[in-house]
Each structure stands twice: as structure tokens, then as C-alpha cells.
């Protein structure tokens, strides 16, 4: 899914830069252990070329992005090309194999049918249960789910 883009400058400046001169930012849940362990797979995979990888619990990072709504980093990885091009979920993951070049090897598998159909079923599923998935009892909380509860009430 590829997200329309507001672009903001403070003082002159493009908010949006994604930083450190790479041509992408790839924001993943830090809160996560199995999302940080791909997020350190994918810096290895890269080797400092193309990619910035933070955290969205990162000071800033909703500052560095303001047309990525706040839900958006808990429901799923964020991909932002240099010029505001944004990807989340699933097609962020097919975007990323492309980019990489050990990720060219299995990235020909998005081109079968119904493959990304298959592949943004399993990423939802993924992104809903990725707290009991490899993390500890502080995961089985779910914070997040406490705090956008209390976002989505109506007033009065």
C-alpha cells in the first residue's frame, strides 16, 4: 500500500528528511523482540548502503514522518523512500527484498499469483500476534492496545 504524501519544511527545512543520507527509512516496532531481530537482519542484509533502521519508539520519528498517522506504527512496518513514498506492511517487506541484495533472491516470489494477497494476510496476522510471538511476559500486556483504546472513544 503506498500512502499519499504531505510534505512539511520548518525554517526552509524538508521535515522528511529521512537522514544520515540514505535513500530510505525503515521504521519497525522496537517494542517487539521479533521485530527487532529482522530489524538487525535487515541492517546486516544492507550493510549501511541504503537504509536507516529506527525504531518507532524513537524520539522524533512521528516529528520526521507527520503524514504517517500515529496507529500506523503499531499496526505495522514503515518503509520511506527519501522523496516521501511510504509503504507499510506487506508491501513494505516486498519493497525491502527488492532493495537488498540478498532479498532479490526470494523477491521473484511476489511476481505468482495471489502471492501478495497471501503475503498481506499473513503480514496482518503477523503484526496482530507479534507480542506473544518470541517476546516475554511484558509483551503478553499489549500496551498499545490500552492506549489507542482510550484514543478511539468518543467525546461525551
Not at 522524533?60 to 513514498?85: K, N, S
Request: charged share 20%.
Amino acid at each position: 500500500m503506498t500512502v499519499p504524501v504531505v510534505r512539511f519544511t520548518v525554517a526552509g527545512q524538508d521535515t522528511a528528511s529521512p537522514g544520515l543520507g540514505r535513500q530510505y527509512t525503515v521504521v519497525f516496532d522496537g517494542d517487539c523482540r521479533v521485530c527487532t531481530r529482522l530489524s538487525n537482519v535487515l541492517r546486516q542484509w544492507d550493510g549501511g548502503r541504503a537504509l536507516e533502521v529506527v525504531s518507532s519508539q524513537q524520539q522524533g520519528v512521528m516529528a520526521r514522518f507527520p503524514w504517517i498517522p500515529p496507529r500506523a506504527y503499531a499496526e505495522a512496518l514503515q518503509l520511506v523512500a527519501a522523496d516521501g513514498t511510504t509503504w507499510q506492511g506487506s508491501a513494505a517487506v516486498e519493497q525491502l527484498l527488492h532493495l537488498l541484495p540478498r532479498g532479490r533472491l526470494v523477491a521473484w516470489v511476489f511476481k505468482v499469483p495471489y502471492v501478495r494477497v497471501v503475503a498481506d494476510r499473513f503480514y496482518r496476522w503477523f503484526a496482530r500476534n507479534r507480542y506473544r510471538l518470541g517476546c516475554g511476559s511484558h509483551c503478553q500486556s499489549r500496551p498499545l492496545d490500552v492506549m489507542w483504546a482510550e484514543a478511539e472513544r468518543e467525546p461525551g
